[in-house]
């Protein structure tokens, strides 16, 4: 698996629905600020990425998330994020939360190296092995 | 596919990223909205579930979603939303992104039929076969 | 009070809590969506904005709202914007959220023209005689 | 100003707008966190106001911000929240919102007493002097 990164998120009152329960896109909120923070890890920060690499984020092409128990306000979840799969261009994130050691929900996020091209477009470039290296 | 609901929605500023384009999590608040415009479209509100059948919501079981193009500030994009499959306890929906027939996005969500039970707990109950009907 | 305009929003499940009310800080957000949408409605896009006058938003300096009425879900506001308050390098807006001519809350944002410096960052600059005309 | 409460937000990705800086209604859902946080420290939680008052939330009347400097990605911000004055129905929350020692913003929010009344409603009840002895 390779390297992972820990951080917790207590659930609020304005993430959570009607039914009491978390409104679900914020697990996918949650799940991109895991991304952020794993790459924090390793001392790859927005402003890192964008001087080393020209890299501007990290946009996504795919994602996915399975629910397994709801979450409540108050819930105290861990969110555990590592890299999974790497490609040429583009990598997978896998991201798992849990409260107390009871499943919530995990999943997962397919993201391009986003490079700024000449003409300000962002396009996927080739993952340096410098990254990849950073995470195994 | 049988009964398909559009919808329009204008990307606002605050849906959109410092990369300019539009946080994906917002993507999935819009496939929800879309769970919701389809069934308001066969006349099924929260407030007619609860009445006829004792359902509140239709909690998430599996959602996934995959991003084509990037969408903008002030891009007017069009849900299609459908169910693709029924199941005795869960449902499947389609929901497509097109902005001037371009493709933005599309993606998936499975939900359950969530009856409360006498506990207040919401459970999957089986799906009522004129609820499938009004789809068909 | 001048130039006034109006848009829908059908209040999302999404946008409530679990008091089954939207959960305020939404109301900001459609507030910055009604401040959009009038400088839209007299041709000043975004786009419009960075090309002719170098401008790239409007910072907020101060803001403000009175809650009347709770909306729920399902509810269709109707938001009203207007400039009631010009100032050199400032102007104020004005909201109205009614739902079937109940009040349902009312706003006020504080806005800078935001110039874009030589050095990148955004400043308050001199609002032109142009704009204001606009919206008289 | 009676008993403060303290927690930190690191300010995500998606928390920022295109102009890459905080956009402001994510102030406004950090200050509501601020309130449940201040109530939680005091024992306060959503559980035990229902439990112990019938007390359900504490909707809002009016909420204001001011906003300084601006904040981005990364940034760790400091919010402090305290209830700077009781009234017999409603109390108002001050919250400040700092960046290693800069001011960033600060907000007010003035909350009724939610009681929950036999209909379901929810209404406006006396506060409790032993909730109000709680903060002093």
């Known amino acids: 698996m390779g390297i992972l990164n820990h951080y917790s998120v207590q659930v609020d009152w ?6 009491g329960i978390v409104f679900y896109p914020n697990f996918y909120r949650w799940m991109d600020r895991g991304f952020w923070l794993l790459f924090e890890s390793r001392s790859l920060t927005l ?25 409540r306000m ?10 999974d799969d790497w490609s040429r261009k583009s990598f997978r994130l896998r991201h798992e939360f849990t409260c ?4 919530i929900a995990s999943g997962f996020e397919t993201r ?4 700024k091209k000449a003409d300000g477009a962002i396009r996927a470039g080739i993952i340096p092995d410098e990254v990849k290296a950073l995470f195994s």
Chains 1, 2, 3, 4 share one sequence.
């Open 47 to 71: 402003e890192a990425l964008k001087r080393r690499f020209g890299v501007f984020g990290g946009p996504l092409v795919d994602t996915s998330a399975t629910f397994v128990s709801p979450a």
């Open 14 to 19: 304005g993430d959570c629905d009607p039914a």
């Open 100 to 103: 107390k050691d009871k499943e």
């Open 74 to 83: 108050g819930d105290e979840l861990t969110v555990t994020s590592c890299i």
């Open 112 to 115: 391009v190296w986003g490079v």
